[in-house]
């Protein structure tokens, strides 16, 4: 498998900052995508990015696959992003996702 | 639809019961994925079907963890003797190819083994 390693583990902002995450991979992946976990446990999947620049709303991502990262960014931070942020990497080899343990993200009015 | 259901939300279970968790993946999709979230949020991946055929079931405690997708019925994966460590919540996710194009979970059914 892979281990995925993502920073930082925990994210205090005030409303209306801006964020940046980062997820790092041990090997290089087929498939990398992004989740958001609420407070309610719900997840949704924000990006699949397996390289380049996706932007939606004010949210966007980046994945440098050739050096094994990917970055979220967040803009002008609201309390409805508070929740835990999740990358995954995919192999074709492995045939599953291999989750990142998670940026816990708090953002306060 | 276009939403993954899983069924029951909340399921206790008294240790050494049974426990059957359900999973209806959006329609079109051939994929169904079964991860296990313990504390700290660790995703554990279980199990992975190709419509009714297991796709990969490396991650599946065989010996007491079974899972299956059956044509027009919704998938299920049921712990026989559950132990205290199965507490977590176990999350299905359906797509449309492995690769994980339209990768959508469901909203998660979180076990409590007592």
């Known amino acids: 498998g892979i281990q995925v390693e993502q920073s930082p583990p925990d994210l205090i902002l005030q409303e209306g900052a801006n964020s940046t995450l980062r997820c790092n991979f041990s090997?290089?992946?087929?498939?990398l995508q992004w989740f958001h976990q609420n407070p309610w446990g719900q997840l949704i999947n924000l990006f699949y990015?397996?390289?380049g620049t996706k932007q939606n709303g004010r949210l966007s991502a980046t994945t440098v696959a050739t050096e094994r990262y990917s970055l979220l960014y967040i803009s002008s931070s609201q309390t409805t992003d508070s929740g835990v942020y999740f990358c995954?990497?995919?192999?074709?080899?492995?045939?599953?996702?291999?989750f990142g343990s998670g940026t816990k993200l708090n953002v306060k009015p | 639809g276009e939403e993954v259901a899983q069924t029951p939300k909340h399921l206790v279970r008294g240790e050494g019961q049974k426990a059957k968790l359900y999973c209806a993946p959006i329609k079109g999709h051939s994929y169904v994925f079964w991860y296990q979230q313990v504390l700290k949020n660790e995703f554990k991946f279980l199990i992975s079907f190709q419509n009714e055929n297991v796709f990969d079931e490396t991650g599946m405690p065989k010996e007491r963890f079974s899972a299956k997708c059956l044509p027009n019925s919704p998938c299920s994966l049921e712990i026989q003797a559950t132990k205290l460590e199965d507490s977590a919540v176990y999350f299905c996710?359906?797509?449309?190819?492995?690769?994980?194009?339209?990768?959508?979970f469901g909203s998660g059914t979180r076990l409590t083994v007592v």
């Open positions: 996710a359906s797509s449309q190819s492995w690769q994980g194009v339209g990768y959508t």
């Open positions: 995954a990497g995919l192999i074709y080899n492995f045939n599953k996702f291999y």
């Open positions: 990015i397996p390289s």
């Open positions: 090997d290089s992946v087929n498939n």
